[in-house]
C-alpha cells in the first residue's frame, strides 16, 4: 500500500517572502480600490440631489454607502472564513463594481431610488478596504501585525486624496463617451473597482489566510458549521480583551465620523468658502492615514493598549477643540487633525489587538462583526450628531463626543490595569 507523501512544510524565509507580497499586492488594490470609493463618492449626494429636488434626500447618499459597507461585512468575512481571503475580497469588489454599474443606469433614467441601491453596492468597496487591513495581519510575524496593518491603511492615503480631483476629468470624459451627465465618476469608478478585483485574484496567491491556518496547524471551516455571528459571539465571550478592542474601534470611530460630517456645516455657516472647507477636510483625511505606519510601529513597540489610550486622548483632545472654537477656522482645522490622529490610533492598534487576541480560526467571524459595528455606530453618529448641531450647537457636539471617549478610555484604562499582572 503506497502512502500519499505529505506537503513539505514551508520555511519561515517561505512565510516572510509570501508577507511581503501580500502587502504589495494588498496596498495595491487598497490605492486603486481607494480612488473607486472616493470618485465614486464625491459626486453621489449632489447627483441625488440634482435627481431628486430635495438636499434631505441627498443626505441618503452617504448613509446608503456607509450601510451597505455594513451589511457586505459579515458576508465578507464568512466568505473569507470559507474561502480564504482572496474570495472574501473579490465578493466585496465585484458587489462595489456592481454598484456602480447600477448608479450609472439610473443616472441615465434619472431614478434616484435607483441610485440609492446602487450606491448601498458601492458600500462594497469600504467593505473590501477594511477588510483588506486584516489581511495583512494573518502572516505577520509575532510583534509585528500592527506595522504591517498600518501599511495597508496608509496606502488609502494615495486614493483618498486622488479620488475626488478625478471626479470632474470623469465626468467630462464620460460626456465624451455618451453618458449621462454625473455618469463618468461612476463608470471610472467601476473601472478602479475592476482593476482592484484583478490585483486580488491574480496577486493574492497564496491566500495569507489559507497558508496562516496551514502553517499553524488550524483546521478548515466546514460550510455547515461555520456561522459568521454565532462563531464570532462565540470567540468574543471567550476573549475580554478582543471585546475591548471591539469598544474601542467602534467609538474611535464614532467620534470622528460624528464631528467630521458636521464641520463642513459649522464652517459653512460660519461664512468659510468651499476652498477652505476642503483643505480642512483634506488636512483631517491626511491625520487619518498619512501618519499610520508611525502609530502601527508604536503600537508594536509600546503596545496596543497604550495607543488605545492615547487615541483616546487625541479624541478628547479633539472634542475639547472642537467645542471651544466658536468661529476660529484656525481652532476647527486643529481639531479636525487631532480628530484624525486619534481615529488612526483607534483603528490601527484596535485592529491589531483584535487579530493577537483571537485564534486564527475565529478571526474572520470576529473581524467582521467589528467591521460591521464599526460601521453600523459611524452610520448612528452622523444621524444623532445632525440631530445635537441642529437642535443645540457644534460645541454642544464636542461636548457630547468629549464625554463618550473619556468614558470608554477611563473603562479600559481600569480594565487594562485589572489585569496586568
Known sequence: MTSTPTKPPISLPDRASVQRRTLAVLSAAQIVGGVGVAVGLALSSVVVDELSGSTVISGFAGTATVLGAALLALPTARLSSLGGRRAGLSLAYVAALAGCAISVAAISLGNWPLLLAGLVLVGGGSAGSLAARYSATDLSPQGHSARHLSLVVWASTVGSVAGPNLAEPADRMGIQAGLAAKAGPFA???????????????????????????????????????????????????????????????????????????????????????????????????????????????????????????????????????????????????????????????????????????????????????????????????????????????????LVVGVMVTATGLWLASAWYRDRP
Open 188 to 398: 471610472f469608478a467601476a473601472l478602479a473597482f475592476a482593476v482592484a478585483l484583478a490585483v486580488i485574484i491574480g496577486g493574492l496567491r497564496p491566500d495569507p489566510l489559507k497558508l496562516a491556518r496551514e502553517l499553524d496547524g488550524a483546521p478548515e471551516p466546514g460550510p455547515g458549521r461555520h456561522r459568521t455571528i454565532r462563531t464570532g459571539l462565540r470567540t468574543l465571550r471567550e476573549t475580554p480583551m478582543a471585546r475591548r478592542a471591539l469598544v474601542m474601534i467602534a467609538v474611535a470611530h464614532t467620534a470622528m465620523v460624528s464631528i467630521m460630517s458636521m464641520t463642513p456645516v459649522k464652517l459653512h455657516h460660519d461664512g468659510s468658502n468651499l476652498n477652505v472647507i476642503g483643505l480642512v477636510i483634506s488636512l483631517h483625511i491626511a491625520g487619518m492615514y498619512m501618519f499610520s505606519p508611525v502609530v502601527g510601529w508604536l503600537a508594536d513597540r509600546a503596545g496596543k493598549v497604550p495607543v488605545l489610550l492615547l487615541g483616546s486622548g487625541l479624541l478628547l483632545g479633539a472634542a475639547v477643540l472642537a467645542a471651544t472654537a466658536g468661529h476660529r477656522v484656525w481652532q476647527v482645522t486643529a481639531a479636525l487633525i487631532v480628530l484624525g490622529l486619534g481615529w488612526s490610533c483607534g483603528l490601527v492598534a484596535g485592529s491589531a489587538l483584535v487579530t493577537e487576541s483571537v485564534p486564527i480560526d475565529g478571526r474572520p467571524a470576529v473581524q467582521g462583526l467589528s467591521d460591521l459595528l464599526m460601521n453600523v455606530c459611524g452610520a448612528t453618529g452622523t444621524i444623532i450628531a445632525g440631530a445635537i448641531v441642529g437642535m443645540v450647537s457644534y460645541g454642544a457636539l464636542g
